[in-house]
């Protein structure tokens, strides 16, 4: 007789074994012949080596599960230990959850599916798979910065990168806000608050508290970004018409050997002082021809909020 302690890491129990321990029961009836324990984080098995194997590939998967759609229902139990009396056991492909198409990008708390919802979203999303630096230029409402936090949010939950860093310019948007009272997060929070605002829909709480607390996740203005070397790192840049030449330059030479970035932008926007230019023009211009540089353009029919927003756009001449 042998022994095993499987923890969860970063995991809260409660959310994977489910109220009533629902998904640890099911998981003990399908290996009846070991003696199963869990206590907090750890789950401790005693038995057979073959069984005690077969426990571990089907925590593995488990695990890999939850942390892809941060669910675990006594359905996606059922079909993950199924093949467990399988004699091919070991030489079949891990069943998954059939229920699930492979197009969402991130499963979100409270049963929230991101996915590419238009054509161009669509293209931004295999283009981002493909090169290193993506462009997305489109007017408000089309799904640019929620896109790429998705895009972002699913590298870091495969392990594709290690950390997420979003910045933003922290430009004021035609408004002089003036004194701002508080700490130095508390001046620039408002500037960041919709890149929060996605990171809300696409991971519990609990966890964005932890990411945001050790640095996994990152939020910082633009000017927070000189001298930096940004590597393994998936780093967007969010309303990058509001960044200078100087600026943008300064941003995109940031990037690490093993680093992808997205530059969101609208064009319609610039809150720029009226003297100085915005950077996402020249960019596109001179960079657009670079291989493993992309630039996908948003329109009016990519608008995905509330239908009089797109002719809110019309109406002001951002869209035809």
Not at 282 to 304: H, Q
């Amino acid at each position: 007789m042998n022994e095993i302690t499987f923890t969860l890491e970063g995991i809260d129990p409660i959310e994977f074994w489910g109220i009533d321990h629902v998904n640890l029961n099911l998981l003990k009836k399908a290996f009846p012949k070991l003696r199963i324990v869990q206590r907090g984080e750890e789950l401790k098995a005693i038995g057979d080596d073959e069984m005690l194997k077969q426990l571990q590939n089907k925590m593995s998967l488990l695990v890999e599960h939850f942390e892809k759609y941060n669910q675990l229902t006594e359905g996606d139990i059922r079909i993950i230990v199924s093949d467990f009396n399988d004699q091919n056991d070991k030489e079949q492909p891990a069943k998954t959850a059939p229920v699930f198409d492979a197009e969402p990008l991130v499963f979100g708390p409270n049963g929230i599916v991101v996915k590419a919802r238009t054509t161009n979203q669509k293209v931004m999303v295999k283009s981002a798979l493909q090169n290193d630096i993506l462009f997305a230029i489109g007017p408000a409402g089309t799904g640019k910065t929620y896109t790429a936090v998705a895009l972002a949010v699913k590298a870091l939950k495969n392990k594709e990168v290690k950390r997420i860093i979003l910045t933003r310019p922290a430009v004021e948007a035609g408004e002089n806000l003036g004194f701002l009272p508080g700490d130095l997060k508390e001046k620039i929070d408002p500037y960041l608050r919709p890149l929060y605002d996605a990171l809300d829909d696409m991971i519990p709480a609990d966890k964005l508290k932890l990411y945001l607390e050790n640095r996994t996740i990152e939020i910082a203005p633009l000017a927070f970004m000189r001298g930096r070397t940004l590597d393994n790192a998936f780093v967007i840049l969010d309303e990058g018409q509001n960044a200078t030449d100087m600026q943008l330059k300064m941003f995109l030479t940031r990037m690490g050997p093993t680093a992808k970035f997205i530059v969101t932008g609208d064009v319609t926007q610039i809150d720029l002082p009226k003297k100085s230019m915005s950077g996402l023009f020249n960019a596109i211009t001179i960079l657009k021809n670079i291989p493993g540089i992309d630039i996908i353009y948003l329109t009016g029919e990519d608008v995905v909020r509330h239908k009089l927003v797109k002719k809110i756009l019309e109406a002001y001449g951002d869209i035809q």
